[in-house]
């Protein structure tokens, strides 16, 4: 049987080995399928690209044969990031964008062999631009103000440096112009292309258009935009001497509108600076030549308006960062509002079946149900002892899960302390662990009169008191001190046990929490000082604890005095 298995399984594994070659070929041809999935996102890509490139060269031509607005970069960069995720998709955006290129180049007037070189030149920013953003700013998300810093240093500032230089060294040498003028012009130019309108084409997403679209949203959207570019025409056209109003309207822009309405209007003012620069009514320098000009628009924008951007995905981080505090604020509401639902139903669960095992236990160990052995009635004693135990926590959950829910409802009214602390030593007195102990009170002063529920203040100090004999026994006394504290009173339950370290002082309050001794024979379920903490703060007052290891703890509490 064993060979037959073996047999079965090679035969398997040789199946497997020749279905692998098969089935890479099926996926080679989804993959090829996949390529060409949406053909006409490479048509619109390319015609894009061509139109932009005869528009920058026609219209933005200011040092040599270099253009000082490029758009085509940055549109390139943008759908190809978005729309490919392979290799096969990588060379078909780069066979796609190099024809659409020379064709635009041959359109705008280039001789071929100037065609053929920028053409290369495009190719290459645009190429090392996409590598750099996958590589930086993997994801490409613009609303998160890491990821379009990366984008914008990486694909606009570094990218084009390779090709500029390419560029400005060949124009030198052919004698266009000189190599710094042709490669300012050149990376300004694109730097701010890609910059704006790459980071617009990567923020338009089906989200980012639906709160756009909006009615409200889209009248604010038009509204701003013109605004900017009625400002803009009007500053540089001399009727509006305060050019500072236009930054004011971007920054409202960038924060009413996100990324989507820093770029647009980033694309309103580089159009319109560089624009009027080549007519000679550029932002700076109007007496000096048109390339120069064109450069102190570039700078104004690249340097001036572009960090825009950042600022806009840094409040949509903001924004979205708030947005999934405030869900996760609620989420936890409602689980705190749940888990108190749930200690209120099973302290209420508890306390029927409690009270009646203790009235049982009363009337077995009182002979009540028939003569009884002493070891019967040590038991019954017992049963009573610890049914009153399950019977107290019932209580606290109780209280706990009326403190979270804001049902305690507390009389505040003057309190004697001195008297608050003789009542809880007198009962403390009465308990088992306080057989050895020596309890204390310490009043300094007179009159030392708190605004507390004396109920709810009493049960505070009494559950302090109750720690106190259970984990500071070995110190052999516990000592109730109370004293004027600046504007209140402060009330201490001091004890001379072990001590507590910082780190389980930091732990003490919260509920279910009995520091590691869940298995020691020290009685006790972590309810306590969570309850004591929440009744405490219901009364305005304030709670903690002094402790080092070795010298006892002193627990306080701070009441406002009457």
């Not at 619109?44 to 031509?61: D, E, H, K, Y």
């Not at 613009?142 to 570094?158: D, H, K, Q």
């Not at 924004?319 to 108190?340: D, F, H, I, M, T």
């Not at 209280?399 to 001195?418: C, F, H, L, Q, S």
Request: with cysteine.
């Amino acid at each position: 049987m064993s060979r037959a298995l073996d047999i079965e399984t090679g035969a398997a594994r040789k199946s497997d080995a020749q279905a692998q070659p098969r089935r890479a070929v099926r996926d080679e041809g989804r993959d090829a399928v996949r390529t060409f999935e949406h053909p006409l996102t490479l048509i619109a890509t390319g015609l894009i690209v061509a139109i932009l490139i005869v528009l920058s060269i026609m219209f933005t031509r200011s040092s040599g044969l270099v253009a000082g607005l490029w758009g085509g970069g940055g549109v390139a960069i943008a759908i190809w990031l978005r729309n490919s995720s392979s290799r096969k998709e990588d060379a078909a955006f780069i066979a796609v964008l190099t024809i659409s290129m020379l064709i635009g180049e041959i359109l705008a007037g280039n001789a071929p062999g100037y065609a053929l070189l920028f053409a290369f030149a495009n190719i290459l920013e645009i190429a090392v631009a996409v590598v750099l953003a996958r590589r930086i700013a993997p994801g490409q998300n613009m609303s998160s103000a890491t990821m379009s810093g990366r984008f914008v240093f990486a694909a606009a500032l570094i990218a084009p440096i390779p090709a500029g230089i390419l560029i400005s060294s060949v124009l030198t040498l052919s004698g266009q112009g000189g190599f710094l003028a042709n490669f300012q012009t050149w990376w300004f130019g694109h730097a701010m292309g890609i910059a704006i309108l790459g980071c617009l084409g990567l923020a338009v997403t089906r989200a980012s258009l639906a709160r756009l679209m909006r009615p409200a949203r889209l009248i604010e959207f038009c509204a701003l935009m013109m605004a900017i570019g009625v400002v803009y025409t009007a500053i540089y056209d001399g009727r509006l001497t305060f050019g500072f109003v236009l930054l004011p309207l971007l920054m409202l822009a960038s924060a009413r509108l996100g990324v989507i309405g820093a770029a647009t209007s980033l694309l309103i003012v580089a159009v319109l600076a560089v624009g009027s620069a080549m007519n000679g009514m550029g932002p700076y320098l109007r007496d000096e030549p048109v390339a120069e000009q064109v450069l102190a628009a570039q700078l104004l924008v690249l340097i001036g308006y572009v960090p825009m951007i950042l600022l806009a995905s840094l409040l949509e981080d903001r924004n979205r960062l708030a947005a999934r505090a405030k869900a996760g604020q609620a989420r936890a509401e409602r689980v705190s509002e749940a888990k108190s639902r749930l200690l209120a139903n099973v302290a209420h669960e508890i306390k029927s079946p409690v009270a009646g095992i203790i009235g049982i236990g009363d009337l077995w160990k009182n002979g009540q149900l028939g003569a009884i052995t002493p070891q019967q009635a040590e038991m019954a004693d017992m049963l009573v002892r610890t049914a009153r135990e399950v019977e107290a926590l019932a209580h606290d959950l109780l209280d706990v899960a009326r403190a979270e829910a804001g049902a305690i409802k507390v009389d505040v009214r003057p309190t004697d302390v001195a008297g608050l602390l003789e009542d809880t030593r007198r009962a403390a007195l009465l308990r088992p662990e306080a057989r050895d102990l020596t309890i204390d009170i310490e009043a300094e002063g007179e009159a030392l009169t708190v605004l507390a529920d004396s109920q709810r203040l009493a049960q505070v100090i009494g559950n302090l008191t109750s720690n106190a004999l259970k984990y500071g026994a070995s110190g052999g006394r516990v000592v109730l001190r109370a004293a004027r504290s600046g504007e209140g009173v402060r009330i201490e339950v001091v004890d001379f046990g072990p001590g507590l370290s910082v780190e389980k002082q930091a732990q003490l309050f919260e509920p279910f929490n009995r520091l590691g001794l869940e298995r020691s024979s020290i009685e006790g379920h972590g309810v306590g000082l969570a309850l004591a903490k929440r009744l405490v703060e219901l009364q305005q007052g304030t709670i903690g604890v002094v402790s080092e290891p070795g010298k006892g703890a002193a627990f306080w509490v701070l009441m406002p005095k009457a």
